[in-house]
């Protein structure tokens, strides 16, 4: 859905910042600072640019590949990651951390300062989108290009306007940053005032239990600041409910994002049945078929199914009270740095969570493949239903603002075709493929280069051919579960660490 990496490096910095706050490296005049910072904030925006006037001029040549709006995109996402380094920039180097933390009672409400510091990063960010609009608006004023596969149907939609562009981006990105800073400032009242009335003893199990009410209540939220809204009753809601339903998995609701069919994606939030909603995106239900849609979701029942979140969830918490009982190990060798090594523990652990979470993150993408293909693969050998699916059930709500007519879910569903067994050996090899080709067809919708990771998600390629694999061979299947299992070992062993370093004498 939209990704929480950017926000997760810009909390860190300021984390960072304020256990241990120090002047600039450079004491310019105010003035300057305030023009070197405006230069900054528009640097990657007049980079995007030029990188965007670039591709217009090539899209008007004869034989330009589609394929380079997926490489900008990835441009512009990349450059808003550089306006982390705008952050440390402005904290470490100009005078803007000092100067602002040193703003009357921002040093208990730093929720006041850190959105201050945030406002430069956030121009930037606007300045990003406000370039990648222009250019995909000029690319594709009327939705023209928005399928170069006419043989699969989606529908021509006109890229938004600037401004509901412009929303759905800001409500995509800025609820991280703000739910957590803020959860972040009530906890540290919390804690200072159970420490000013003398009940210290109480602060670490208060901490820990908050932390545990943001990881349930974030998907409140989130659901709530993203523009989302339920799948509507109909033969399509109902059979996902089944899907859920037969691994058990019970949750709060099913609901569709809009992203004004830019953004094909679904996802599962929450640990727990009290707060596991499945999202599902606009673009994603249009561009998939029946089959396809069906494994997505099975993909995202398969992430609960085994559940991820919790391990996501208990290896964090397991390495963040490693690493403080560490530091504190070292800080009573070395009294007197208090501040150094606190500024230092949000170093290490930020990192260890970037690049930690990244590598188990990938690893439980594949196991929710796997089970999403083994999933398709118990559907497809069961002999097909005699009768035609259920026709429309739900008449849609002009209010929603989203035209009737690109409401696919409302549609019936033909009565799928049975596996086409000459082509399809096994059932397995069936699950594995349908699962493949949502893929796939997500990659080609967005132009994504096939063989490009992202932070929580393996390569499309390297996906793909896993699904291969393990449905042609038992042996990659024995392999593949040693490695899951070894995944488990490690998070337990995490557990077990942070156990014995928390009751250390
Ligand atoms: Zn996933």
């Known amino acids: 859905m939209f990704s929480p990496l950017q926000s997760i490096v810009l909390i860190l910095l300021m984390e960072m910042y304020t256990a241990f706050p120090r002047p600039g490296i450079l004491s310019l005049p105010p003035l300057l600072s305030a023009a070197l910072e405006i230069a900054l904030v528009l640097l990657p925006v007049t980079t995007a640019f030029f990188a965007g006037r670039k591709l217009l001029k090539q899209s008007a040549s004869p034989g330009f590949d589609a394929g380079q709006t997926g490489l900008f995109d990835a441009a512009i996402s990349r450059l808003r990651m550089g306006t982390c380094g705008l952050m440390a920039i402005n904290l470490w180097v100009l005078n803007f951390g000092q100067w602002v933390w040193n703003i009357n009672g921002f040093h208990e409400w730093r929720i006041a300062a850190q959105a201050i510091w945030l406002i430069p990063i956030l121009v930037s960010w606007c300045g990003l989108w406000t370039v990648s609009h222009y250019v995909h608006r000029r690319f594709d004023p009327n939705g023209q290009n928005a399928d170069p596969d006419p043989g699969i149907a989606v529908g021509n939609h006109a890229f938004p306007a600037w401004r509901p562009y412009m929303l759905m981006n800001l409500r995509g990105q800025i609820p991280f940053l703000a739910i957590i800073l ?161 500024s230092l523990d949000i170093v290490i652990v930020g990192m260890a969570f970037i690049s930690g979470f990244s590598r188990i993150s990938r690893q439980c993408e594949h196991q929710a493949d796997w089970f999403a293909a083994r999933h398709m693969a118990g559907e497809f050998a069961r002999p097909p239903a005699p009768a035609p699916r259920p026709v429309i059930m739900a008449i849609p709500d002009p209010s929603d603002g989203i035209a009737a007519a690109h409401m696919p879910w409302f549609l019936e569903f033909e009565n799928p075709a049975p596996p086409d067994q000459s082509t399809s050996p096994t059932p397995l090899m069936a699950g594995a493929g349908v699962m493949a080709d949502a893929l796939m067809r997500l990659s080609e919708v967005t132009h994504r280069p096939l063989d490009k990771p992202d932070w929580m998600h393996p390569s499309i390629r390297d996906r793909v051919n896993l699904l291969f694999r393990l449905a042609n061979s038992p042996d990659e299947c024995a392999r593949f579960e040693r490695r899951m299992k070894r995944l488990n070992k490690f998070v337990y062993g995490l557990v077990l660490l942070a156990m014995v370093l928390m009751f250390w004498p």
């Open 182 to 342: 803020l959860a972040d400032q009530l906890l540290r009242l919390a804690v200072n005032g159970l420490n000013n009335s003398g009940l210290q003893s109480y602060a670490t199990a208060g901490s820990l239990l908050a932390t545990l009410v943001l990881f349930v209540a974030l998907p409140w939220m989130l659901v709530r600041c993203w523009d989302s809204r339920p799948l509507p009753d109909g033969p399509l809601r109902r059979e996902l409910q089944a899907l859920a339903a037969k691994w058990k998995i019970k949750f709060t609701d099913i609901r569709i994002v809009n992203t004004h069919y830019l953004i094909p994606n679904a996802a599962v939030l929450g640990p727990g049945r009290i707060s596991r909603y499945f999202l599902i995106t606009d673009l994603l239900l249009e561009s998939l078929n029946h089959d396809e849609i069906l494994a997505v979701f099975a993909h995202e029942v398969g992430h609960a199914h085994h559940r991820h979140i919790v391990r996501y969830i208990v290896a964090l918490t397991a390495l963040e009270l490693i690493i403080i009982s560490l530091t504190g190990l070292v800080m009573s060798y070395w009294p007197g740095h208090d501040q150094l090594f606190n």
